[in-house]
């Protein structure tokens, strides 16, 4: 058991020298320390908090600095999508409804690029090969035929894909500017959202164009006009609640052009890549064989008279 002279506190021979030479020397206690690393703690945890309200408050208030145009960053915004999202959207543009608009229900002010473009990048892959699966199933029974892949039509369907893709929602997109700024009544999409419904749009052509690999021109037609009007009847209920404020013969013309111009590309595609070819074999001559040619006489069909060479 400890004695009662090993519990009691004993002066530290460095601390009395130290008070020796400098009698007005204080020491400092645990307690004491402590507390002073408790309120720099406390201190530097203030600050941060306060650092985290004023970017909270910046990005608020729409005040945070944007990025640059020639960054990474600023482009990174435009393919912020998740997954769910855009199964969301290709649904939409799948099954339109009257009533529901689809930037309004479907992009709700967050539009993307990610979905159109690789919209456009699979419908132009699957024209290609189908136009070429199709080709060449059209001359299996030619002996003369040899497959070779035509590689130029995935550049074709690039081109008419993305231009279509790009070219019409940017004409379409300032001429609703042009109008809004003639009539207070006529609305306007970002051009960011007009490009983001027309390439949602073209998905269902995706599976006509599989489609279309079936040797049947009256249902690879039927097949045409089914997947226009889906398609054509989103991009009327998404830009009829902005053209509908303006006058009726612009009105008609503005959906008369987007109706036409989405059915122009459709059979555009159809007759480029999916034309039935006539067939290039040669007929033979019922009459005439391979070793002895004959003719028949006019008034003698029994008779042959061989041919001299």
């Given at each position: 058991?400890?004695?009662?002279?090993?519990?009691?506190?004993?002066?530290?021979?460095?601390?009395?020298?130290?008070?020796?030479?400098?009698?007005?020397?204080?020491?400092?206690?645990?307690?004491?320390?402590?507390?002073?690393?408790?309120?720099?703690?406390?201190?530097?945890?203030?600050?941060?908090?306060?650092?985290?309200?004023?970017?909270?408050?910046?990005?608020?208030?729409?005040?945070?600095?944007?990025?640059?145009?020639?960054?990474?960053?600023?482009?990174?915004?435009?393919?912020?999508?998740?997954?769910?999202?855009?199964?969301?959207?290709?649904?939409?543009?799948?099954l339109p409804l009257p009533g529901k608009n689809f930037v309004r229900h479907h992009l709700r002010n967050n539009?993307?690029?990610?979905?159109?473009?690789?919209?456009?990048?699979?419908?132009?892959?699957?024209?290609?090969?189908?136009?070429?699966?199709?080709?060449?199933?059209?001359?299996?029974?030619?002996?003369?035929?040899?497959?070779?892949?035509?590689?130029?039509?995935?550049?074709?369907?690039?081109?008419?894909?993305?231009?279509?893709?790009?070219?019409?929602?940017?004409?379409?997109?300032?001429?609703?500017?042009?109008?809004?700024?003639?009539?207070?009544?006529?609305?306007?999409?970002?051009?960011?959202?007009?490009?983001?419904?027309?390439?949602?749009?073209?998905?269902?052509?995706?599976?006509?164009?599989?489609?279309?690999?079936?040797?049947?021109?009256?249902?690879?037609?039927?097949?045409?006009?089914?997947?226009?009007?889906?398609?054509?009847?989103?991009?009327?209920?998404?830009?009829?609640?902005?053209?509908?404020?303006?006058?009726?013969?612009?009105?008609?013309?503005?959906?008369?052009?987007?109706?036409?111009?989405?059915?122009?590309?459709?059979?555009?595609?159809?007759?480029?890549?999916?034309?039935?070819?006539?067939?290039?074999?040669?007929?033979?001559?019922?009459?005439?064989?391979?070793?002895?040619?004959?003719?028949?006489?006019?008034?003698?069909?029994?008779?042959?008279?061989?041919?001299?060479?």
């Amino acid at each position: 058991m400890a004695t009662s002279d090993e519990l009691q506190f004993h002066e530290f021979d460095e601390a009395a020298d130290l008070l020796a030479v400098n009698p007005d020397a204080t020491t400092a206690s645990i307690s004491e320390q402590q507390s002073h690393v408790a309120v720099n703690v406390s201190a530097g945890s203030e600050e941060g908090e306060l650092g985290e309200e004023t970017d909270k408050t910046e990005l608020l208030s729409g005040q945070k600095k944007q990025p640059s145009f020639w960054t990474f960053e600023y482009y990174q915004t435009f393919f912020d999508v998740d997954t769910y999202q855009v199964l969301d959207r290709i649904k939409g543009s799948l099954l339109p409804l009257p009533g529901k608009n689809f930037v309004r229900h479907h992009l709700r002010n967050n539009p993307d690029l990610y979905g159109p473009f690789w919209i456009c990048a699979t419908l132009a892959f699957t024209l290609a090969v189908s136009s070429n699966v199709a080709h060449a199933l059209e001359k299996r029974g030619d002996p003369s035929f040899h497959y070779s892949p035509q590689f130029h039509k995935v550049t074709i369907a690039g081109l008419i894909t993305y231009c279509y893709a790009w070219l019409v929602p940017l004409a379409l997109w300032g001429y609703l500017q042009w109008r809004k700024g003639l009539s207070i009544h006529v609305g306007s999409y970002s051009f960011l959202e007009t490009v983001c419904v027309y390439g949602y749009s073209l998905f269902i052509y995706i599976p006509t164009s599989i489609l279309w690999l079936i040797p049947a021109a009256w249902l690879q037609w039927l097949l045409l006009a089914f997947a226009a009007a889906l398609s054509g009847s989103v991009l009327v209920l998404a830009f009829w609640p902005l053209l509908r404020s303006d006058s009726k013969p612009a009105t008609l013309a503005a959906l008369a052009a987007i109706v036409s111009l989405h059915v122009l590309l459709a059979v555009g595609c159809k007759l480029y890549f999916f034309q039935m070819l006539p067939s290039t074999i040669p007929p033979v001559h019922p009459l005439v064989t391979a070793q002895h040619p004959t003719v028949l006489l006019p008034r003698q069909a029994s008779a042959s008279v061989p041919l001299r060479h």
